[in-house]
């Protein structure tokens, strides 16, 4: 008995500590799993307390340590609390798509993500955490170390013996997922880029391009594409802009899909060097300009900065997310370059349709309503949400119809490629964003416009473009089309 008394303390920590992991960590994998009866309920909530037991023989070990328990646990339990929070709130799976987002995305849209409620759980997560230590510090040092090594050691080999008879059982849910997501994404090799193309060929001294590479823009949101809203009033009445509704991409992240928009890598190619399509361009005798209204990351810097001059919008107030400029600001530097003489390739890199939506257009485009109030996405209606997105969208549709509009005063032939990087859910599956793995991110948006004078010097290319564009086709197609249009050959 006096034995079991002097336990006693590390027993209730211990249960104590592995319930706080639960709450606030394991059991967001839990949260949205749809159940039915009593049967699937106590099938999962096994499920849970094994799972949960595996990481209390790990956290048993760990708690041995007075130093190690303090710094490694703290900074773990509270990296992973970032984790589940998302996990709770919209059921994000955690794969290395997301790991690649978080790492890599930049700071003016992931403060756009920190929301009251994501404050407040923090904040909870800290004071458990201050308890929890202050708690350890007045265990007994070592206590029950060869009662508990046996169990504990027990659990761990548990996880590792139901791994191996069911891959995945445990590695797909928190807190294992997390360490199985960061280790995928730093097994990705680097983009290699090719800066000497050979071979180059330019056969016109006189073409004007504008890419403008959008965000978060699905293909089945455009009224061009039949959307039963329209969304593109102003681009709908013209009769020389053509759509691509089925266009595929399997990148669903800025990280992943811009660098294989940018360069002649394909979506299954990996592990060699790729050509940016500004290289090409610069050994063609092209001006090429980079306009971003986002900051980069670095997963496609070094393909930008392969333009011939790069300029950032807004870049002093590109951290405060509320006061972001809006994607017009970029109209202005690029007129000063369109009036300057030369064979030109201008990129508008745009903040589009990204989160948080209310900040991405003007209140005349206002259009749909009840719009969002709210960051907080579980307290809003799906038609909240996809209001205030197809309002980003009757913003985007004046955007590049002034866009269209210079263009059209050129007398040089002139074109414009509009391509989103990606889509973005709304609502399917309960789930929202991007960075995760859903037909509905894998359609974006894809438009292209001609002026006269281009269709006259070029009635093939653009004659050719029209009749697949209700065709289902790839990103693929996007650097080669370019290249084309740009009347660039690669011999």
């Not at 959307?227 to 593109?232: A, D």
Request: aromatic share 14%; charged share 20%; hydrophobic share 45%.
């Amino acid at each position: 008995m006096e034995r079991l008394k002097k336990l006693k303390p590390i027993i209730y920590f211990h249960l104590v500590l592995n319930a706080t992991i639960v709450l606030f960590i394991t059991g967001a994998s839990y949260y949205h799993v749809p159940l039915e009866g009593f049967k699937d309920h106590a099938i999962y909530f096994l499920h849970l307390c094994a799972l949960q037991g595996t990481v209390a023989g790990f956290l048993y070990f760990l708690s041995l340590f007075k130093w190690p328990f303090r710094i490694l646990f703290s900074i773990l339990f509270l990296a992973y609390c970032g984790f589940s929070f998302w996990a709770y709130s919209q059921d994000i799976s955690i794969t290395p798509s997301l790991i690649q987002g978080v790492l890599e995305t930049k700071p003016d849209i992931a403060v756009d993500l920190v929301t009251i409620p994501y404050f407040m759980f923090y904040l909870a997560a800290v004071t458990a955490l201050v308890f929890l230590l202050k708690w350890h510090s007045r265990l007994p040092k070592r206590r029950g170390l060869k009662v508990f090594v046996a169990p504990a050691l027990a659990l761990i080999i548990m996880f590792y013996v139901l791994e191996r008879r069911q891959f995945g059982f445990f590695k797909f849910r928190l807190p294992y997922n997390v360490a199985v997501a960061v280790e995928e994404y730093f097994e990705k090799a680097p983009l290699e880029l090719n800066l000497d193309p050979k071979g180059v060929v330019s056969r016109s001294d006189s073409i004007k391009a504008v890419f403008v590479l959008g965000e978060t823009l699905r293909a089945d949101h455009l009224g061009l594409n039949g959307y039963s809203r329209n969304t593109t009033p102003l681009l709908s009445e013209r009769n020389d802009v053509i759509s691509y509704s089925k266009l595929f991409t399997s990148k669903t992240i800025t990280a992943t899909s811009v660098p294989q928009m940018l360069t002649d890598q394909k979506l299954e190619d990996s592990n060699r060097p790729f050509t940016s399509v500004y290289s090409v361009a610069n050994t063609a005798g092209f001006k090429t300009t980079w306009i971003g209204n986002q900051t980069m990351e670095k997963s496609y810097l070094p393909i930008a900065e392969t333009n011939g001059e790069v300029m950032l919008v807004d870049k002093y107030r590109s951290v405060f997310s509320f006061d972001k400029e809006l994607d017009g600001v970029m109209l202005k530097p690029m007129d000063s370059i369109l009036k300057t003489s030369g064979k030109q390739l201008i990129t508008l890199h745009m903040i589009g349709s990204h989160w948080w939506y209310e900040n991405r257009y003007e209140d005349q485009h206002r259009v749909f309503t009840p719009v969002i109030d709210s960051k907080y996405i579980p307290s809003l209606t799906r038609d909240q949400l996809v209001n205030s997105y197809d309002n980003t969208i009757i913003y985007l549709d004046e955007f590049l119809n002034d866009i269209i509009t210079r263009l059209e005063k050129e007398e040089t032939p002139s074109f414009m490629i509009y391509a989103s990087d990606h889509g973005e859910l709304l609502g399917e599956g309960g789930k929202w964003l991007h960075a995760q793995e859903d037909d509905a991110l894998k359609n974006p948006g894809y438009i292209l416009w001609f002026s006269e004078s281009f269709r006259i010097n070029y009635p093939f290319k653009v004659k050719a473009l029209e009749e697949l564009s209700d065709e289902p086709t790839t990103m693929d197609v996007l650097y080669p089309t370019l290249l084309d249009l740009l009347d660039i050959e690669i011999q």
